[in-house]
């Protein structure tokens, strides 16, 4: 069964930091790429970071770039964004995605399977 699960949410206050984790079951890591996505109330799901599964392509959005590093354990199956210097525009419902053989997109409509997310909240 397919199964992506992310932890490591919560509630920081600015210039905080959070590390999120991304396990997944069902299928090897190592084959797909994998991506972070972030949803804030009345906007659209973004972008934040992706990893390709099949060169060192690694994808920052803007707002991130600087605070934010996506890494990978394939070992052990799991995704991870470090965040740093987070401030209160980065509170979102955070989401890990993998795409099959991925080149590590932005755009979510190209990843496969979705975690359920998980809260980040930046506030003082």
């Known amino acids: 069964q397919v199964q992506l699960v992310e932890s490591g949410g919560g509630l920081v206050q600015p210039g905080g930091s959070l590390r999120l984790s991304c396990v997944v079951s069902g299928f090897p890591l190592d084959y797909y790429a994998i991506g972070w996505f972030r949803q804030a109330p009345g906007k659209e799901r973004e972008g934040v970071s992706a990893?390709?599964?099949?060169?060192?392509?690694?994808y920052y959005a803007d707002s991130v770039k600087g605070r934010f590093t996506i890494s990978r354990d394939n070992a052990k199956n799991t995704g991870y964004l470090q965040m740093n210097s987070l401030t209160p525009e980065d509170t979102a419902v955070y989401y890990c995605?993998?795409?099959?053989?991925?080149?590590?997109?932005?755009?979510?409509?190209?990843?496969?399977?979705w975690g359920q997310g998980t809260q980040v909240t930046v506030s003082s």
């Open positions: 990893d390709s599964s099949t060169d060192d392509t690694i």
């Open positions: 995605a993998a795409e099959r053989y991925g080149s590590g997109s932005p755009r979510p409509h190209d990843y496969d399977y």
